[in-house]
């Protein structure tokens, strides 16, 4: 048997995309293992959330309303989180592998003394045993790993699982955890919100997603991006090396270390498609690639690929669409 313990966030006020994930994921494990699932929440509106994930399959929710992990820092949610595992004792703790989850789970594990595992999309449980599985060289292949330790901390990579789907008829206790560690332990400490500068859609839940790389050869190539993905109802994005250069904010970044995303449609334009941008690409549905560069590796990724100059392409493609949809031009 072995006790799962999800990790849930929360977004507007409900559960996040993620959190509904990782709930799903945990639910699995803990039928695999008799074990039980719990759940661990933050902030102002834990009880709700709480109650969100006890409709998804918890049967106990830890909530810590302190003012202390109002705000996401680093130190607090290391200490909080751990402190709630400990008081559950959960084998296995589950986080999503957001920025949230990349900055906490090796500081969890080796708070924990346990093992950690990253970017896992699947399990299988053998011989009593539990084997993780996750993608490695580039998405190429699939690796599979048990640990050597009791604990283990695992990190689901975002959008490869489908969301827990609620039943409000499930039932379950709602436990407060008192967390009263003090604002000295703060190394790095919040002293101003600046609000997402990427307007209108999160990447993680756009549909449709235009996404430009070094190949637009200046930051002015996003603007006719943006015109694409006004006319398509989406959002735009970008490659690492266009948030390096700093066309773009770093938040607009697609891939590994940036957002993992799964739209129905992606359109890559002037991004040559390393590896690492493929790898947060993996679950979109249909790509397409604009590049002038006939060899680079995104046409292999891509369902549909055009060899051409994106400033010939990318506005006319708009112009045809929205005559196509009605759109008034000007």
């Known amino acids: ?13 409900s559960l996040s995309s993620y959190a509904r994930e990782a709930l799903a994921f945990g639910n699995l494990i803990s039928v695999a293992t008799n074990g039980e699932l719990g759940s661990v929440l933050f902030g102002p509106g834990a009880e709700t959330g709480a109650k969100e994930t006890i409709a998804c399959g918890a049967s106990k929710a830890y909530t810590i309303g302190s003012p202390l992990v109002e705000d996401y820092q680093v130190e607090h949610y290391l200490d909080a989180i751990c402190a709630a595992f400990i008081q559950s004792g959960s084998d296995i ?28 999309v699947d399990f299988k449980a053998e011989n009593g045993e539990l084997i993780w599985v996750r993608p490695i060289y580039g998405d190429k292949a699939y690796g ?63 549909r449709i997603i235009v996404s430009g790389g070094r190949g637009l050869g200046g930051p002015e190539g996003f603007e006719v991006l943006k015109d694409l993905a006004n006319v398509l109802g989406g959002t735009v994005g970008a490659s690492r090396a266009a948030c390096d250069a700093g066309w773009v ?82």
């Open 1 to 13: 048997m072995a006790n799962v313990l999800i990790f849930a966030d929360q977004q507007g006020g």
């Open 93 to 120: 703790l589950i986080l999503p592998f957001d920025r949230k989850g990349k900055d906490l789970i090796g500081r969890i594990a080796t708070r924990l003394s346990a093992s950690a595992i990253t970017e896992v």
């Open 144 to 206: 599979e790993y048990k640990s050597n330790r009791k604990k283990i901390v695992v990190g689901i990579r975002v959008k490869s699982q489908e969301q827990a789907v609620p039943d409000e008829n499930r039932s379950g206790e709602i436990i407060p955890v008192i967390y009263t560690n003090q604002n000295d332990i703060v190394v790095a400490k919040l002293v101003e919100k600046i609000e997402n500068s990427l307007a209108g859609i999160r990447l993680e839940d756009a």
């Open 249 to 330: 904010p770093s938040n607009f970044q697609v891939g590994q270390t940036g957002a993992v995303v799964a739209p129905d449609l992606y359109i890559a334009i002037g991004i040559s498609g390393a590896s690492q941008h493929l790898s947060g690409i993996t679950n979109a549905k249909t790509v397409v690639a604009i590049n002038n560069d006939s060899e680079a590796p995104i046409f292999k990724r891509a369902n549909l690929g055009v060899v051409a100059d994106y400033k010939t392409v990318v506005p006319a493609l708009s112009e045809e669409l929205k005559k196509k949809l009605g759109i008034k031009v000007g």
